[in-house]
């Protein structure tokens, strides 16, 4: 038996040809939002059960996957709290759901409290695994949906990324740096520099900081959110605080925007925040020009069929 492609991590965006899923995101996006007439979604999931197994909060991962999965002729099998209602609650170890689960589906979407758990998924699965948040390790394909928001607005240029917030805990910011990172000095190497906004206690994980420093990309961090931090931004990406991952920050209003920080903010730049969002971001600022997120979750479901329809057409 071949070994499935799983989607465990950034670095397998990479290793199933990024450049075409990028492309073929935007293809369908054009299909869907421009056609004249019926949408068009791709029908390469006709006939396919896919698991959705959530055992952790989701709003738009887990609807964005499962309309998608309708949209191109798919059916669903799962379970949203599956902490509670799968066999988790009977003392059932992961590997042994997945081992079952991966004999009844042809997919499955994996989102878990615990870092590591897609990996460990991935071992005892017969079928692709499609991580969608693994504690406050990685978020893929977020990554892949937020590289695409990037890429459809900079393609071709020289993008200064400023992060903010929980930099610490964020699994959004983890993924996309280290892909921003490998991307480096390719063809996709958009992001030159990166700034990253955040108090001392939830500054970016060492490692991480060292990967975009060895990528070659221009690197410095700041505890101050204010008018300076902002004033070079093409990418603006908020984030809140992970406080059910232990992160706790001084003042939230410390690290949100401001009127003074959207006058900086270039008029070219775009705002964007994976969601959900508190206080960092307010609604005051949804009818800004530059607010970018509402499209970014809409582009969630173009990414994400863009990848789903690269695994089953090519598995
Ligand atoms: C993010 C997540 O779950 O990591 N949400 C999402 O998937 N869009 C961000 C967050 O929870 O802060």
Known sequence: ?????????????????????????????DDVLYMRGEPQWPDSLTNAVVASLFYEASTRTKLSFESVVLRMGGRLIGTENAEQFSSAIKGESLADSIRIVSMYADAIILRHVSEGAANEAARFSTVPVINAGDGAGEHPTQALLDFFTIWERFADSDVTLTVVGDLKNGRTVH??????ADLSGSDLGLVSR??????????????????????????????????????????????????ERGSVIGSQAAYALNESIATALPAEAIVMHPLPRNEELPTWFDTDPRARYFTQAENGLFARAALLDTLFQHP
């Open 194 to 243: 990166v700034r990253c906004v955040a108090p001392a206690a939830l500054a970016l994980p060492q490692p991480l900081h060292e990967r975009l420093t060895a990528a070659g990309i221009d690197l410095a961090q700041t505890d101050r959110f204010d008018a300076t931090a902002v004033k070079e931004t093409n990418v603006l990406y908020l984030t809140r605080t992970q406080k």
């Open 1 to 29: 038996m071949r070994t499935p492609q799983h989607v465990v991590s950034y670095r397998d965006l990479i290793d199933i040809g990024l450049t075409d899923v990028l492309q073929r995101t935007k293809d369908i996006k």
């Open 175 to 180: 993924s996309l740096l280290a892909l921003a």
